[in-house]
C-alpha cells in the first residue's frame, strides 16, 4: 500500500462506529514533532490553535469508545488524529494505552491510534504504525460529545525507531441538549355517518425543533366485525406549546365501518435528534376514544 493509500484509509476508515456529529472547539491546541527521520513531522514542530485555522473539531463515538480530532489549517494542509479503546471499553481519564496500532492491523483487544495528514499538499501517512497514548483527561456528554479533551501520543511509523509525539488540548461548546418528545391522543374524535370517516388526533411536545413521524392504528370492535385502519403522518414539532396533529381514516377491514362510540387508538411518535444522529421514540401508547357522530 502506498502512503497515499495509507493516509486514505487512515482517515476515512472507522474505529469511530456510531459517531456522534464534531463540533468547533472553543479552546485548544494540536502540537507534535518528531526527530529527523520521522516521517510525518519531517523531524520538524507544528502546533495549531483553536481559532486561528479553518477547522479544529473533535467527535467521539456514541459508546465513548473513541474519538477523532481534525485540524485543516489552510489550502493543502490538515491533519486527523483517531484513537480508540480496544473494542467494549471506554477511553478513561489517566489512562495510557500501549500497543495501539491503526486499522485494519489493531485487533478488537488493541487500543487504535492513527495520526497523520496533508501537509502543504504532501501526504503523509503510514501504512503501519505503533504506538501509545494517554487520556489526561476527559469529559464525556450525551451520545459520546466530548465536553473536554487532555491527551498526549507517540507513533512510531513504518517501523521507524524514530518517535513522533504530540498533545491536544480542547474544551468544547457546552452539549447540545438531548431530544425530549411526548405524544398525547385526544379521548374525543368524529366518525361521519354513514361512511364511516372517522378524525383522530392529538399533541406532540418537543424542547427543540424536529420533524416528527406518527403511526398508528385505530379499531373498533363491533358485534359484526372489528373496523380498523392504519395511519402514518409527519408534524414539525417547535418547542413552546404543543402541536396538534390529525387524520382521517376510513376502515381498510372489507365491509367494516366505523361507528359512534368507543375506539381503541394504538399510536407512536419517533423523530431524528440530528446532534446525535440518534433516535428519539415514544414507544406505543394505547389509549380509548370517544367517537362522536359529526
Known amino acids: 500500500m502506498g502512503v497515499v493509500a495509507a493516509v486514505t484509509v487512515a482517515l476515512t476508515a472507522a474505529p469511530l462506529a456510531g459517531t456522534a456529529q464534531a463540533y468547533s472547539a472553543t479552546s485548544g491546541t494540536l502540537s507534535f514533532s518528531g526527530d529527523p527521520g520521522e516521517p510525518i513531522s519531517g523531524g520538524q514542530s507544528y502546533e495549531y490553535t483553536a481559532g486561528a485555522v479553518q477547522m479544529f473539531d473533535v467527535g467521539g463515538s456514541r459508546d465513548d469508545n473513541s474519538l477523532t480530532v481534525a485540524i485543516d489549517s489552510d489550502q493543502g494542509t490538515l491533519w486527523r488524529l483517531i484513537v480508540a479503546a480496544p473494542d467494549g471499553q471506554k477511553l478513561t481519564e489517566g489512562t495510557t494505552y500501549t500497543g495501539a496500532k491503526q486499522w485494519p492491523y489493531a485487533q478488537p ?52 525507531t524514530v518517535p513522533l509525539r504530540g498533545a491536544v488540548h480542547a474544551v468544547m461548546p457546552e452539549p447540545p441538549v438531548e431530544l425530549a418528545l411526548r405524544m398525547n391522543t385526544d379521548p374525543a374524535g368524529t366518525v361521519s355517518v354513514p361512511d364511516g370517516q372517522i378524525t383522530v388526533g392529538g399533541t406532540v411536545t418537543c424542547n427543540k425543533p424536529a420533524s416528527v413521524s406518527l403511526v398508528g392504528q385505530v379499531f373498533q370492535i363491533q358485534k359484526k366485525g372489528t373496523p380498523g385502519a392504519s395511519y402514518e403522518t409527519t408534524v414539525s414539532c417547535t418547542p413552546g406549546a404543543p402541536v396538534p396533529w390529525s387524520v382521517e381514516l376510513t376502515s381498510q377491514e372489507p365491509g367494516t365501518s366505523f361507528q359512534p362510540g368507543t375506539a381503541t387508538m394504538r399510536s407512536r411518535a419517533r423523530a431524528d435528534d440530528r446532534d446525535y444522529g440518534v433516535t428519539a421514540d415514544t414507544g406505543q401508547q394505547e389509549s380509548e376514544v370517544t367517537l362522536s357522530r359529526s
Open 109 to 160: 483487544e488493541d487500543p487504535e491510534l492513527v495520526f497523520g495528514g496533508i501537509d502543504n499538499g504532501t501526504e503523509r501517512g503510514c501504512n503501519t504504525n505503533s504506538g501509545s497514548f494517554t487520556i489526561e483527561h476527559i469529559a464525556f456528554g450525551p451520545y459520546g460529545y466530548v465536553r473536554a479533551l487532555d491527551a498526549t501520543f507517540e507513533q512510531y511509523c513504518n517501523g521507524s
